[in-house]
């Protein structure tokens, strides 16, 4: 039985949400601004992925609003992205993201509780996470 909120909506809010940031490569890329990247070479490193889908993704990134692009006036070569606040406040959700990981048995073969620590630590930090001890 839907409720009149859920005829109401047109389209549904986490299916749009979703296809925003679920195209391949697009929450790592707002997970490295956040860890400090800001240049297309910087985002290439550790990942098999091409210029032309890069560029196709932080153009997708900067439409949406996550993103702007700054480009040098004195050499057109020299860009770095960074995040708007709209793309910020992806934050809560990529450490939502990290901690799924973190706290699930699956993945507790991969952490010591001291790393596990640490990791939460280190994502609270870079996605400017209030602490919650």
């Given at each position: 039985?839907?409720?009149?909120?859920?005829?109401?909506?047109?389209n549904?809010p986490?299916e749009?949400?979703?296809?925003?940031?679920?195209?391949?490569?697009?929450?790592?890329l707002?997970?490295?601004?956040?860890?400090?990247?800001?240049r297309?070479k910087?985002?290439k490193?550790?990942k098999?992925?091409?210029n032309?889908i890069?560029?196709?993704?932080l153009?997708?990134m900067e439409?949406?609003?996550?993103?702007t692009?700054?480009?040098n006036?004195?050499?057109s070569?020299?860009?770095?992205?960074h995040?708007?606040?709209?793309?910020?406040?992806?934050?809560s959700?990529?450490?939502?993201?990290?901690?799924?990981t973190?706290?699930?048995?699956?993945?507790?073969?991969?952490?010591?509780?001291?790393?596990k620590?640490e990791?939460?630590?280190?994502?609270?930090?870079k996605?400017?996470?209030?602490?919650?001890?």
């Amino acid at each position: 039985m839907t409720t009149n909120i859920e005829s109401a909506i047109k389209n549904c809010p986490v299916e749009l949400s979703l296809g925003l940031i679920t195209k391949k490569w697009t929450i790592l890329l707002v997970k490295d601004m956040f860890f400090g990247k800001t240049r297309f070479k910087e985002f290439k490193e550790g990942k098999d992925i091409t210029n032309k889908i890069l560029s196709k993704r932080l153009k997708e990134m900067e439409d949406a609003g996550l993103i702007t692009r700054s480009e040098n006036p004195y050499n057109s070569n020299d860009v770095e992205y960074h995040l708007t606040d709209k793309g910020k406040s992806l934050n809560s959700i990529i450490y939502d993201l990290a901690m799924f990981t973190v706290d699930n048995d699956g993945f507790n073969l991969y952490y010591t509780e001291d790393e596990k620590e640490e990791i939460r630590k280190m994502f609270k930090d870079k996605l400017d996470l209030e602490s919650e001890d």
